[in-house]
């Protein structure tokens, strides 16, 4: 097993704590000699006796292991011994054992020594941890209250109607159109062309609005009842209306339904992607995974990268028809009218970075302070050594998180890793702010900075994967992450792909008419520029120059991929991938993807520290591994997405200065 990667000799914590147990032997009462079907199993596994004279305790020590003979040890190896000693033995004295060891071919050097049983970290003495206790109690208050709140609402609204009814039934004869909402149900109404959900809380889904948004504002009338702007600030918090609006299965009949497809299909294969990166990390076979890597299918694992670039081209992409198409309908001129054209762009820009920073600014706030408090407790309870330091890099550095800038600085000392991506985004989502912005009054400048802008991406990222002679190969997806991989200059082509997609959509307001050839040749060229991208490492060396091309080039073609399926769906010539992604069981899952993004990691942290031995594995464990951690994550994410980002949403609308008076 050493050779075959065991890295991990770590005995038994549970027997180690177990032996602090008496364990007489238990009388039987069974004269007949106990179960056919266990017996043997007890007697193999029965323990009896008195423990030792002396409390125990697990140490786990990390030694790094060397020698000079290559066909023994070809490679420096890091084992994780674990050791039962007794619990008065501290950690200095386990390393010093550990290291006057002698092997008669080996040198070892131990690197650390840690003790789950000796602790050495309490939730109640961390100030992160308080902080969110205390958002965590002050969130369930407002969700308790403001669903007591919205259901008190209902019920009046209900009577109203009732008693309008009743009266109506006595004057004149019932009107066929009038609705009674008995059951607490959604009302649906029909008003200017709309139709409209019109939730007990007093929040409608409109469904002309973006599928980005959770709620809409809707105009009231003399029959509803109007509330306060504090009361419908309260009303954001109710669990049934938010639960309400992301089960919703419907979307506007201006948007672009497919979106829900690509980002619930990219976010499982992160999430698939991601699980075999942290397995692997505590397997007593990793060898494995060098055999795994020469597999052909296996290169849908490795090729999980691109999932990002498809996030990337719709974040562009909604961004870019979104604003031109609420710019059209003159909504941006309740910001900018009456004012000069430089100040109503500053105040466009800071409105959009404002409205961004709030509603993603939350959630994110809130499971980096998750990562940093079970991380800590990780760093000093689990058997396993933490996969990152989290621990050390959160209370440091975590203010870059918070404006967006992280990856600005060294992968190092990054707090969260998979936060990156937010970065990026987030930066490059200030970019097209300002061209988007440039472009209602200059548009051929704002295309030419584009055009600028996508071409340096390109040549810089060939010139660092060159200058560093980085070779993207099978083996490892992830190398010169810290130059390539999370930078954002080398990583702004797919976004900008992804603008020019929602600047077609817009322009051909969803209609383009093309020949069934030239339809078929779309997707025969998509697809196999996509299959190319998976599969076309799988067994290939690639050479420096080649290698500098393939990572300029990659990542847009696959944006520009993703730009087709869109177009091709959004007008008419996407047949059952159409039907697929613009399914509506895959809509709550796209409403909560942001969320899940979050959690994910965490789920698949908890789980791997929690064990006390590696896991042996195989296919098809990883595979179960990976459906269950996406339901576990999905699950969270819904809770979260409930509590933080969605009442967010709802707040940002009422105080939007488009706002309107909400019904109940």
């Known amino acids: 097993m050493f050779y075959w990667g065991n890295n991990y000799w770590t ?28 017996n043997e199993w007890r007697s193999d596994v029965s323990m009896s006796g008195l423990g030792p004279p002396f409390d125990t305790a697990f140490y786990t020590v990390r030694v790094s292991v060397t020698s000079n003979l290559q066909e023994i040890v070809k490679t420096r190896r890091t084992l994780h011994l674990g050791l039962c000693l007794p619990y008065s033995c501290s950690r200095e004295s386990v390393g010093a054992l550990v290291g006057a060891a002698h092997a008669p071919l080996l040198r070892q050097a131990v690197v650390a020594v840690r003790s789950p049983q000796h602790g050495g970290y309490s939730y109640l003495h961390d100030p992160t941890f308080l902080v969110l206790l205390g958002v965590c109690s002050g969130v369930a208050v407002l969700l308790i209250t403001a669903t007591a709140y919205d259901m008190r609402l209902a019920r009046a609204v209900r009577r109203q109607r009732q008693r309008a009814a009743n009266l109506s039934s006595v004057d004149s004869s019932p009107r066929a159109d009038l609705k009674l909402d008995l059951n607490g149900l959604d009302d649906i109404k029909v008003a200017n062309g709309k139709k409209m959900y019109n939730v007990n809380n007093n929040i409608a889904i409109n469904s002309n609005t973006s599928e980005e948004r959770l709620t809409a504002e809707t105009a009231s009338n003399h ?53 075999c990166i942290v397995v692997f990390k505590y ?31 719709l974040g562009g992409m909604l961004v870019s028809f979104l604003y031109f198409r609420t710019n059209s309908k003159g909504k941006l001129d309740l910001l900018t009218k009456g004012r000069h054209k430089l100040t109503s762009g500053v105040l466009q820009f800071l409105g959009l970075m404002g409205y961004r920073f709030a509603r993603l ?95 340096s991406s390109l040549f810089t990222t060939g010139y660092v994967s060159w200058s560093n002679e980085h070779v993207p190969n099978s083996e490892d997806p992830f190398t010169q992450f810290d130059k390539i991989y999370d930078k954002p200059w080398t990583r702004l082509g797919p976004y ?43 067994q290939t060396e690639l050479g420096v120059a080649a290698a500098a091309i393939y990572s300029a080039l990659s990542h847009s073609l696959w944006a520009a991929c993703i730009g087709w399926i869109i177009i091709a769906c959004s007008t008419g010539y996407g047949g059952w991938v159409r039907t697929l992604l613009s399914a509506p069981v895959l809509y709550p899952f796209s409403r909560v993807t942001y969320c899940a993004y979050l959690v994910h990691p965490v789920v698949l942290r908890y789980v791997a520290m929690h064990l006390t031995h590696p896991i042996h594995l195989g296919e098809l464990l990883v595979f179960v591994l990976f459906l269950g951690l996406t339901v576990i994550s999905y699950a969270l994410a819904f809770v979260i997405s409930v509590a933080f980002e969605a009442p967010i949403v709802t707040m940002l609308k009422i105080l939007s200065p488009q706002k309107k008076p909400h019904r109940v």
Request: charged content about 10%; proline content about 3%; some cysteine.
């Open 11 to 38: 005995g038994s914590a549970e027997l180690c704590q177990v032996l602090n147990e008496q364990h007489a032997p238990a009388p039987r009462h069974n004269k007949s000699g106990g179960s056919q079907i266990f």
């Open 223 to 275: 029959e509803e009842l109007k509330l306060s702007v504090w009361s419908q600030l309260l009303l954001s918090f109710s669990m049934k209306a938010n639960v309400l609006q992301i089960f919703d299965q419907s979307v506007g009949a201006d948007t672009v339904p497919v979106v829900h497809g690509l980002r619930s299909l990219s976010m499982v294969w992160v999430i698939f992607g991601h699980t």
């Open 283 to 313: 397997a007593d076979n990793t060898a494995l995974r060098a055999i795994l890597e020469k597999s052909f299918w296996f290169q849908l694992i490795l090729s999980a990268v691109y999932s990002v670039d498809t996030f990337f081209c």
């Open 361 to 455: 600014t939350a959630p994110y706030l809130f499971m980096l302070g998750v990562v940093e408090v079970t991380m800590k407790w990780f760093a000093h309870n689990a058997v396993f050594e933490p996969p990152a330091l989290d621990h050390e890099t959160c209370p440091h550095y975590w203010w870059r998180n918070l404006l967006y800038i992280n990856t600005l600085f060294p992968v190092e000392q990054m707090c969260m890793l998979w936060s990156w991506y937010l970065s990026d985004d987030t930066q490059f989502y200030a970019v097209s702010a300002i061209l988007l912005i440039l472009a209602t009054s200059h548009f051929k400048l704002s295309v030419s900075l584009t055009g600028v802008f996508f071409i």
């Open 496 to 538: 900008l792909v992804g603008m020019a997609t929602g600047w077609i959509l817009f322009k051909t307001n969803l209609k383009i008419r093309m020949g069934k050839v030239w339809a078929c040749v779309g997707w025969v060229v998509c697809t196999a520029t996509l299959l190319f991208l998976i599969f076309g490492l799988y």
